[in-house]
């Protein structure tokens, strides 16, 4: 880190911060200017002592050097990480394209197995679907909970779709890991350090989805809580951050599929239905999603949007998701990728006695 | 709720809103302009339909006119509501201006006993202190858990100060309410409804922070979570929000102050500490905090800030605590208001005695 | 517009509002709900008049329907506005994409001629350079002023490439007509009402840029201003809006290109060096403008990004330009569009004898 | 600055840029770390060089320590500036706090007799009022241009207020201060360069209203424009900043107010009229602006707001305006200040024949 003492700092201050430092174990680097002392202090592998050393007399700034997070950079794994869901389904660089779809929330038996048929016809490779929610009113439909991950769990029987559900507390990562195949975090959960703590252990591959107003540091520093626990089966979701724009529910940041590409080896999707909250936008953005590098999709589809529960807004219809995912292909050629599509059991049985 | 329909929608689709607001029980008025139809809706209490109605086709915007919380809202209870927390411990509207101090987290028995010790002594009428931390990484220190817990029951067995600190996980609510008066959701939680409810539930006061992201409105439909569970012991707590400024840690936004006291009944604190991120701007902004009609302050103290574990940067020492409470005077008699300050038994039982 | 009451308001106010809006030739819709009256004003033209209702007594909120813009608005001319910049260069929906390239800044005529030849090399319709610049700092390179005019003349009769500079003050939009193919207004200058009326007079197309804290609605009603000034020879660039993220330079919105392509008619392009700041950032945001249904692109291309008096960082190099236009190919297919390029004089000849 | 180069970069990469520093002049000093090599470099008195050697291969990061503003610095005039507009009223540092009213724009002769009559009678110090408007949408009231100007030379001669008014573009600078005894930039022109250079030339004081998506350095720099062109006659004017917040017209950043003061010599006043969009905020907000260290006030008065044609919501009465005065008082006091008032002629000539 490098600390610039104020101009004018007093020669006792300064020499309490080089003191300290050293006591640290920092080397310490010490650069005198016509106005100010700018320190360099080299092996602060944590960042952790940064805020001690501004609370000192005289220091006017402490910048950090290194990036605070370890395990999700990418030169921590140069090769990228894939995570694999089920035969066929492996999210991540190089990969094949995947699309989580599904409705919102889990409404019914029926819209969710309508649902998920109609979405691996589309050509989903994954199921969404919320059985417990977080909603901003305490008035608004909050999830039929187990009785939602029921239907998950038939619904992935009938269709073979793995299932993505969102846990809301950390109490619950165990339950809902018994169904899910995939561990949603939801936006607003992004700095719920004790659900990351539970779903690092619950032993599932985990969606983390980016929160609303978290910087990319901070995203990838939330997946460094699940890494630590031991589980590295961790894809990234763009989904829109909150800004003064109001025109859109959020605005989609898709630099930052790029900024994460570049910055850590995790695999990122992107949500353009949570991102805009506009119908009319989601093809536009998947697209652009694709063409930005993203390694999948999770797009909301509900077969009557005007009676959804939550988003309907932002569903788009089994024919519109249709339409958008074969509007794809151009974009996912242009990509050098394919649509990733979920092997059933003949062919997962014929190419392993192939291999 | 009002429907504006797009311009030049077709008749049958105007016709189908219509109709379904009119079965959902709505009086609707219809306003037939020269470019579109505008449809009010009477008898939205919920809000809940909105998003129905928004994802019909033909629509182009829903404009919800109610204000989605209740129980929270002014004229639930134009009185305003005060929370007692202990003994010349009342919080609110017209009451005395308590502060709440310590440290940010708790990191051993000395520093939170000493702070506490320095704190009343300087005016604080509650004791402040994480056990349990919230951290951005991994690799920060996570608070002394249980034995945090310890340490800040024997300082309030020492001093006599309630205790404020803040419940992370709804796993911990009910040990945590066994030594806290007052329990603190965080500003990375205010969206964690698992949490809010458990909070609810657990039978002591609670200090709502606003999250970094939150409108107001989001604000009072969290406080809204809590008071739906039955307790109505909530204290609103403005700590900044995340803007493009990046000056201060956070932007202060003390207009939230005035507006919360016109749209809520529910008293609010100020956290100069956490919005401005630097221990210079505190002061100023806790003058200022008063001025605009706050309830209380929440101020970091630390004996040693830089050895702070966390938040080193934003603690004052004792002695600037000291003089901060009395630079505070003038602001509390410009606004009628005296500084709260806890009564000790003998007081307690004189008082009791005379009444 | 739609009059929302207070809760409770008073007779007298409620009437005081219904009288003022018929006098002002409103149709008026009173909607009597339990707890307010809410009334609908058919007839709101221009919104001119909503900020007089809301500062009636016992209004709490006025609801403008109409949006206000009306001649940017897509139903003002459905087919979509195309702009012909030169032979062969015209942008606009369903036209070929064209590339504006060139420096931040015209540095020297070296710089700038060496640039012109490279980026029609590889592939730039436009050339791009700041003759005047808006600078944040009072001691950052300002621009060569008229002798970069006379640099950009020279660079446009040299390769035939029509020239896109920045007016930066009402006063110079003539000088800067005179060389300027397009009059670019920068994103520091959206709201810069004077200016907008000089552009709107100078004869010439216009680019306008979003201002980095504009809305969706502010940025076409600054292209309202130009039209009304019967200019309607205007093109969109989005270019990053600010936001609390700041490992990018701004937050490219790429969303709102989709979202103006639904509002408006006027062409959008897109300038992913502004709006990530980063060099590594650019293609994959180039292609990601495309993707969501940019009309054309905006690049920064220098031959020594090092040494670069303005926007180094975010600078491609020609090679690295050439591989982006190389790489943007399948992507311009996946939309069903080429790439534009300038016909020279000879090509025009025969394509007019043809016709 | 410091020099990040990336982990890993090549040996000749770190090598160029410790060469190319040394020939710029600076004095180098090389961190060599496990992961990465750090360079200080010592003499960057203007920061311009940052952007050519964050475009070198191999840099990562590059972090300025000075601050870019020079002459706007604290250091630089540790004392405080004082703007002395008119005998009685100097704004800055320990003089007392001068309040600026009138209607956000000059509507017409009687408007505004009215309102100076009204205001000055109120304790105001200073007339606003603007002849030359800039509204967001062209159809919006633009202001009375030069007859405005007239209606403020006559309120001024009638009651000898000080008169403040907004310079929209260069070309108006002259005009306006022959007129002005202040020259106000609004937020939206806090870039607009050329004029920031005209109003420096102008020979007036100038009002410096903050950009709603400038940071403090930008504000700032924005004032160092000012300041070079040998006009110290400068005041910062805080108006609140573009956030996600709805429920007001903007945040009022109060705590830019005491950064202010620590970072520059120039004075700064709050206008939280425009800061808060609502009546109802701008007394609790002009009694914490004062807390907050602000040196003034300007608040906007209209003798009628529901027929202003601009900003009516968020205008005070001349009463409400007369209350909002007294209710000031015992805040002026708690921070040991008086409220300013202008002196006329007897008293001034009084005063100077006693000196």
Redesign the interface.
Known sequence: M?I?ME??AEREHVEAVIKRLQQEGF?V????????T?I?A??DR???KA??????PGVE?V?P??Q???MAAR?FKPEGTKVEVAPGVTIGEGEDIHIIAGPCAVESRQQLLETAVAVKEGGASLLRGGAYK????????QGLASKGLEYLAEAKALTGLPVVTEV?????AQEVAQVADVLQIGS??M?????LKAVGRAGKPVLLKR???A????WL?AA??IL?EGNFQVILCERG????????RN?????????VK?LSHLPVMVDPSH??GR???VP??A???????ADGLMVEVHPN????L????Q?LTPEEFYKLVKELK??L??VGRRLGRLRDEAEVRSSLSRS
Request: charged share 20%.
């Open positions: 490098i610039a101009p004018g080397q680097h010490i650069s005198q200017g016509v106005e100010r700018v360099g080299i092996g944590t960042r952790l805020d001690m050393v501004a609370a000192m700034k910048v050097i290194l605070p997070y370890k030169d977080p909603r901003t009113s305490p008035y608004s439909f809301v507390d950390a109490s619950l607003r959960n700095h719920n350090f004790a659900l929160g609303l107003a910087t990319i540091e901070e520093l460094e809580y630590v951050i909150r800004t003064f724009e109001n025109y859109t605005t989609l940041d898709l630099s930052a599929v790029a900024a570049h991102a805009t119908r009319l936008l536009p953005m697209k652009a999603a694709i063409a930005a590098g949007p005007q009676e959804a939550s988003d309907g807004p569903s151009p974009f050629e242009a």
